[in-house]
């Protein structure tokens, strides 16, 4: 990780940079899925023995998240970073579903967002090839989701697109 931050310094582009950055991110919306496992089902574990760097890139609270004793408060404790917004968009979702792959869903939509904006700040060529493998790797994950969905929640085929993330090839 510090390497990759290191190297990301080094490059001569503002774009390029937080590119770089940017997709460091994939880090910590994984670790923010681990602590939000862990505190869903109440696992008697610590986040900080689950983490690969406890900074990725934003100051985010694994320990306040596992902590929390209800879906608004990992809200508040997510603030201050870009992560508050998706979790309480799934909010509802969250609370009707009982499981966390609603906000699972929505940090990796935002993500992959977040990825395609700074992607599209690129040179047009570094554009192309950096848009031809992020829409691969939306591709995987949408292949992914298909699979839970059907499998673990048993959703009709129209209640799955809305959690689709769109940008794919």
Known sequence: ??????IALMLPGRAERSF???????????Q???????????LPVRIEDRLLDPTVLHPVDYAGVTRAS???EVIVVLGGTPY??????????Y???????????????????????AADQLA???RATARAVIG??????NIAFFVRLRRYHALPMGEMLEWFIPGGV
């Open 70 to 72: 209800s879906i608004e």
């Open 84 to 93: 508050a917004a998706p979790i309480a968009s799934a909010r509802e979702h």
């Open 32 to 42: 923010l899925k681990v602590a939000l496992r862990i505190w869903h089902n109440r």
């Open 95 to 117: 609370r009707r579903r009982g499981s966390v792959f609603p906000l699972e869903a929505a940090l990796d939509k935002d993500f992959c967002m977040r990825l395609l904006a």
């Open 20 to 30: 770089i950055f940017e997709m460091l991110g994939s880090i910590e919306v994984t």
């Open 124 to 126: 047009r060529r570094d």
């Open 136 to 141: 691969t790797e939306i591709d995987i994950m």
């Open 1 to 6: 990780l510090h390497l990759f931050r290191r």
